[in-house]
């Protein structure tokens, strides 16, 4: 498994600068604690942005860019060393504490955040609103990720109407601001080798997860015993949260698709439907495995989850550079109609019941999503109105499904199942690879597993 350096950020912000307009600064903030309850918080996690830019895992900081032009640099400001061309970078970040350091953990500190994160200068975040006009001054444009944060905004706000206001200083602030977001997430969609080898890491943990659930699985058992083999595997192998809530949903609780309650006891010829991944270092996981309880898909459900396993090899099979995710999912839909049609679930011929989008009563989702830094990815799916087509580096999820819920217009044998079957492919040059191929998903492969 990879783990990102230094060095790898730094390169980051190097690229994302070399794309902003000449004279501009960058700024953007990391997270800070929530409370959960009266004085205690939820597990902090980082602003992926933050966290893509920098590394750093400390909340209350503000990483702050340049690509100034060397000469343009105030001479009161720490002077670039030569293998940093045309680019500063400033962050601020808690300052030492050793009390609170007793109470709550370790903090980088002033003094060391400069070498460990490779910036040029490192401020106290009780010293922002002090230094930030003067970062401020004489840059043209400014970038920063709008509508993240209203405290950020007032921060930014503040220091640009101080900036304005202080003629008898000579400051000018910029007077053209850009959405960071465009250009950031444009990077972010297009995975390096390192991020490829965290989120394969991170898929491979997560299989073992899945099979352990599925071994585990028994009628009488819970969903929220499930789950906690699932957290337990993901825990036990480095990862020590999940990347989303995970989903336990036995019976015609398959049929909720963000169904996290998790509750219920298992039945008997139930199927039931795991939708979990660890997150890793940043990166997510997102596997979705449907399974029998007692470890035999009856021959109703066999029918079902075969058909959508086949629309989902069709999807995967049309995921390649240059294809869109749109052209996947109308092969993936025609697989499932024709299923559908010869199963007597839809009537009529295929076509009609194509056009006519009969299928979206059974499957109301769409075929996946980008993934990476969060479950649901950044990055645009349509540029100009047109399908993005993908490109080597991009990392998707492909899950489609099919659930008729209790009160479905369906044959009685047919309600209450909920079926989804999701994993995460890279997008390579001559096609696609699975990352998250070590859980079984043939059928033969599930009830040979459960049966050992």
Do not use: H, Y
């Given at each position: 498994m990879s783990t990102l350096l230094t060095s790898h950020f730094y390169e980051r912000r190097s690229a994302f600068m070399a794309q902003c307009e000449k004279d501009s600064i960058f700024i953007i903030a990391a997270n800070t604690l929530l409370t959960r309850s009266n004085d205690t918080e939820y597990p902090f996690r980082q602003n992926s942005d933050f966290w893509y830019l920098t590394g750093f895992g400390e909340p209350d900081a503000y990483l702050i860019l340049s690509n100034r032009e060397l000469n343009d640099i105030n001479d009161g400001k720490k002077q670039l060393t030569e293998n940093i061309a045309n680019h500063s970078a400033y962050i601020f970040v808690q300052p030492s504490d050793a009390l609170a350091e007793i109470w709550h953990g370790r903090r980088l500190g002033v003094d060391r955040a400069s070498k460990a994160l490779m910036v040029d200068q490192a401020f106290s975040i009780d010293d922002l609103d002090e230094h930030l006009p003067d970062l401020l001054d004489g840059h043209k444009h400014l970038y920063y990720c709008f509508d993240t944060s209203p405290a950020i905004e007032a921060t930014i706000q503040l220091a640009l109407k101080?900036?304005?206001?202080?003629?008898?200083?000579?400051?000018t602030a910029p007077n053209s601001l850009h959405n960071a977001q465009e250009l950031l997430h444009?990077?972010?969609?297009?995975?390096?080798?390192?991020e490829l080898?965290?989120?394969?890491?991170?898929?491979?943990?997560?299989?073992e997860a899945h099979a352990r659930a599925m071994s585990f699985s028994a009628a009488g058992k819970f969903e929220y015993q499930l789950e906690a083999e699932l957290h337990h595997e993901f825990a036990m192998s480095g990862a020590r949260y999940p990347a989303y809530g995970t989903i336990v949903g036995s019976g015609v609780n398959a049929c909720i698709l963000h169904y996290t309650e998790n509750k219920d006891e298992l039945k008997d010829g139930d199927l039931v439907l795991i939708d979990a991944g660890c997150e890793l270092q940043g990166y997510a996981a997102d596997i979705t495995r449907t399974f029998p309880v007692n470890g035999k898909f009856s021959?109703?459900?066999r029918s079902l989850y075969q058909l959508v396993l086949d629309s989902q090899y069709a999807a995967i099979n049309a995921l390649r550079p240059d294809a869109t995710i749109s052209e996947a999912m109308k092969i993936c839909v025609r697989v499932l109609v024709e299923g559908l049609v010869e199963l007597g679930i839809l009537k009529g011929a295929v076509e009609a019941n194509i056009e006519a989008e009969t299928w979206r009563s059974y499957f109301m989702h769409g075929l996946g999503h980008w993934l990476g830094l969060d479950v649901h990815d950044v990055g645009i799916y349509k540029e100009n109105g047109l399908d993005v087509p993908l490109r080597p580096g991009m990392v998707m999820t492909v899950e489609p499904g099919l659930y008729f819920s209790e009160n479905a217009d369906v044959d009685a044998r047919y309600r209450g199942i909920?079926?989804?079957?999701?994993?995460?492919i890279v997008i390579t040059d001559t096609g696609n690879r699975v990352l998250t191929d070590k859980v079984p998903k043939e059928i033969a492969g599930i009830e040979k597993l459960m049966s050992s």
């Open positions: 101080e900036c304005r206001q202080a003629p008898k200083q000579s400051k444009a990077m972010r969609l297009i995975k390096s080798e390192e080898a965290i989120m394969q890491k991170a898929a491979d943990i997560s299989s021959d109703v459900q909920g079926i989804r079957i999701e994993d995460n």
